[in-house]
């Protein structure tokens, strides 16, 4: 794709983007900027990326239509059933599209940062199934509060390497990361877990995460004769299954965008995650974007609920969706998102991930037109967030 909404050659959408790296990663991040493109529109790589999505992934998703949750809103909802997906979320998408690559590379060996332990569950999955080494950094807050999927991640064979320094969270772990690339720049490709990092990492991964929206065109083309829905809502941490969703739909001026960022305990609580909508621009991790920072432009600590949501920053291509117009941008509470995830559960028997829960969440305050055609982007399943749950439960049953 190649509009106003897309990265420019110069690595840019609009003013945000670009590859802000120190000069020791310059070789690595120029490698793949050269070659991204020729591998991953290649024929062959295609052919073998759709057959492991297919076989070992689970895609393509059901698109289903949700018939409470639909007459609940008086409009017609679907649900992209992204949380059916091995692993059990979106983030396969793009870790079996990074391991194909690092693979074309001639890699040996993958690291990769991780917050929750979602990504680095997902890529220590790809690495298991390609016989490939895989190293993953972890705050070591993270380390203890994720127990399980640091096992799941030990189970299949990565080593898990957890990051004392600073504040001992995905920050600490993403520079921890980057600090390992420099010093194996031959053999090791980095897997992102999100549309950030410096340019081509955000255009790459995006079009990794674009066979949701071209699933979604056929699947809507079936059930309702017309390809283009009127609303998209996904949920926005960096930003990558939004951007999945949205990205056949960003030239269709007819479709609205909606991504929904995590306000914590409240946008003006100071425990946020609401990046799009308090953050101002600043580089992190390799790009220039929305940042949670002070006026000294010290990083701030973001809070959510939800793990995969509690991020300081946002990947480009939102920053620009939002400053040109074309996507609309909105918040949701913890609170909001634990309400949704238990009428979700109760109205469709879908128990989402506390981060889609925002998504959903969002539905409540939205005034659809009548009959309107709305699709959710289910990014994961919630049986990772059973715990938190489980203490609502109790709450509501005291
Ligand atoms: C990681 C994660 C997210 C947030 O990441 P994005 O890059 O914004 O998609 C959202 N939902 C689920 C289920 C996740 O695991």
């Known amino acids: 794709m190649s509009s106003s909404y897309f990265v420019d050659a110069d690595g840019y959408y609009g003013e945000f983007g670009g590859a802000f790296v120190p000069e020791m990663l310059h070789g690595n991040v120029e490698e793949l900027r050269e070659k991204y493109l020729d591998i991953i529109t290649d024929e062959a790589f ?45 983030k396969v998408n793009n870790t079996l599209g990074q391991i194909l690559l ?58 898990v390497v957890p990051v004392n320094s600073g504040s001992k969270t995905l920050k600490d772990a993403t520079n921890e990361a980057l600090r390992d690339w420099i010093n194996n720049p031959e053999s090791t490709h980095y897997i992102i877990g999100s549309v950030v990092g410096p340019h081509p990492f955000p255009d790459m991964i995006s079009r990794f995460h674009a066979v949701t929206s071209r699933e979604i065109r056929e699947q809507l083309k079936r059930a309702e004769g017309r390809e283009l829905p009127d609303t998209v809502v996904a949920c926005v941490g960096g930003g990558s299954n939004a951007i999945g969703a949205f990205y056949h739909f960003i030239d269709e001026a007819q479709v ?15 425990e946020t995650a609401a990046t799009m909508r308090l953050g101002s621009p600043g580089v992190l991790h390799g790009s220039m974007s ?25 990947g480009p291509q939102h920053a620009h969706l939002q400053k040109s117009g074309r996507a609309k941008y909105v918040s949701i509470t913890d609170a909001e998102a634990l309400q949704a995830a238990f009428e979700l559960a109760r109205l469709e028997g879908i128990i989402p991930a506390l981060e889609t829960a925002h998504a959903f969440a969002y539905l409540k305050q939205y005034e659809p037109k009548s009959g309107e055609v709305i699709v959710v982007n289910c990014s994961g399943r919630g049986d990772k967030d059973m715990a938190a749950y489980l203490t609502e439960l109790n709450k509501q049953e005291a």
């Open 46 to 90: 295609q052919s073998e990326l759709s057959r492991l999505l297919h076989d070992y992934a689970g895609r393509p998703t059901p698109l289903y239509f949700a018939p409470r949750l639909s007459a609940e809103l008086s409009a017609k909802v679907y649900i992209k059933r992204e949380d059916l997906l091995h692993t059990g979320a979106h």
């Open 102 to 159: 690092a693979k074309r590379l001639g890699k040996k060996r993958i690291i990769a940062e991780t917050g929750a332990g979602q990504h680095g569950v997902a890529t220590a999955t790809v690495c298991a199934m390609m016989g490939i080494e895989c190293v993953v950094y972890m705050g070591a807050l993270d380390v203890e509060r994720q127990a399980p999927n640091v096992a799941r991640m030990r189970m299949m064979g990565a080593r």
């Open 256 to 270: 609205q965008l909606i991504g929904v960022e995590a306000a914590g305990c409240g946008v003006d609580s100071g």
């Open 290 to 314: 929305l940042v949670l920072q002070n006026d000294d432009g010290q990083i701030l600590e973001a809070h959510s609920v939800s793990a995969g949501l509690d991020y300081p920053g946002v």
